[in-house]
């Protein structure tokens, strides 16, 4: 079976210690044989460390996303696009990782797609 798990954030080994439960769910699937990879948008390369696949984003600009960016400005608040160059960037950011998202998952074909957002601070309950 072969999972492919989104996360922008999940860290390559137990070093990054705030991240580490997000490791140790990951890893634990590898080690009952799950064929597991990792979408990160971060920039560090593709590898495999601990039986996980890790598959990071790429630095180069698709000419192509800058086009599909246009007819996306009609499906955001006005305001976020007049934050200035921020908002643009971050539509582009996001735009990016879906298309590298889209590509993992032609390539791999998973049995399953999973999502693991940032692990928040807990606040004061309310």
């Avoid at 007049?82 to 990782?97: K, T, V």
Wanted: charged share 25%.
């Amino acid at each position: 079976m072969r999972l492919l798990v989104a996360s922008t954030s999940a860290p390559r080994s137990h070093a990054e210690i705030r991240l580490s439960f997000i490791y140790d769910e990951i890893s634990r699937l590898a080690k009952r044989g799950i064929e597991v990879h990792v979408a990160r948008y971060k920039t560090e390369g593709f590898g495999r460390y601990d039986e996980i696949y890790f598959c990071d984003i790429t630095r180069f600009t698709e000419l192509s996303l800058i086009t599909q960016l246009f007819p996306l400005f009609k499906e955001y608040p006005l305001i976020s696009l007049i934050r200035g160059p921020r908002g643009l960037r971050s539509l582009y950011a996001e735009l990016h990782y879906a298309f590298h998202i889209a590509k993992i998952l032609t390539k791999i074909m998973p049995d399953i797609l999973t999502h693991i957002s940032r692990i928040q601070k807990a606040g004061p309950h309310t």
